[in-house]
């Protein structure tokens, strides 16, 4: 069974940086990429950037493009959101998905990280 454990989260002043962590456990050989996506109040979840396990492609959502960089580190199964220039509208719940492929695709998400950006 996998499980994502993230981190890092927490209240900034707008302007302000924050970098989330997500640990997956279980089998990295078979992981295709990890995500992290945000849900605010009243809102659907959005992705919020993704990183493929092999080669490192990277995809943002247009609102942080410029602010936030995805990074990925293989030998310790850990995903990295850095987030600068934060904005009140990155106010979110953060949460981290991991993808993998056993003969079809399946998604495992975590328990989410509360980011909250207020002067």
């Known amino acids: 069974q996998v499980q994502l454990v993230e981190s890092g989260g927490g209240s900034v002043q707008p302007g302000g940086s924050l970098r989330l962590s997500c640990a997956a456990s279980?089998?990295?050989?078979?992981?295709?990429?990890m995500s992290w996506y945000r849900q605010a109040p009243g809102k659907e979840r959005e992705l919020v950037a993704s990183i493929i396990r092999t080669g490192g492609r990277t995809t943002y959502a247009d609102s942080v493009k410029g602010r936030f960089t995805i990074s990925g580190d293989n030998a310790k199964n850990t995903v990295y959101l850095q987030m600068n220039s934060l904005k009140h509208e990155d106010t979110a719940v953060y949460y981290c998905k991991a993808t993998y492929y056993v003969g079809n695709y399946v998604n495992y998400w975590g328990q989410g990280t509360q980011v909250t950006v207020s002067s």
């Open positions: 279980g089998f990295a050989f078979s992981r295709l990429s």
